[in-house]
Nanobody
Framework: QVQLVESGGGLVQPGGSLRLSCAAS????????????MRWYRRAPGKERELVAG????????MYADSVKGRFAISRDNAKNTVYLQMNSLKREDTAVYYC?????????WGQGTQVTVSS
């Protein structure tokens, strides 16, 4: 069973930066971390879950929600089985629980989430 563990959340002032990490483990089906598309989602209080950023298995493509374009950057290190989300110029509306997701065909795994709070 694939496990995803997010870290790096916390309290930051508006305009600040954070880097989230998601470490993956438990690959037993013969497919490695590099085979999975990785995504970051977030859920703010009282709002629907939102896809924030994604990166393909071959690091060919990246996508970003309009709300974070130019401020967030997703990357992955397949040697470390880790995906990152660099968040710059944070705004109060970025406050949410951020979740890591690994996707490969019907395989869909989620982390437990890490809280990001943007407040002065």
């Amino acid at each position: 069973q694939v496990q995803l563990v997010e870290s790096g959340g916390g309290l930051v002032q508006p305009g600040g930066s954070l880097r989230l990490s998601c470490a993956a483990s438990g690959f037993t089906s013969g497919f490695t971390f590099s085979s999975y598309d990785m995504r970051w989602y977030r859920r703010a209080p009282g709002k629907e879950r939102e896809l924030v950023a994604g990166i393909t298995s071959g690091i060919i493509g990246r996508m970003y929600a309009d709300s974070v374009k130019g401020r967030f950057a997703i990357s992955r290190d397949n040697a470390k089985n880790t995906v990152y989300l660099q968040m710059n110029s944070l705004k109060r509306e970025d406050t949410a629980v951020y979740y890591c997701n690994a996707l490969r065909f019907s395989e869909d795994y989620w982390g437990q989430g890490t809280q990001v709070t943007v407040s002065s």
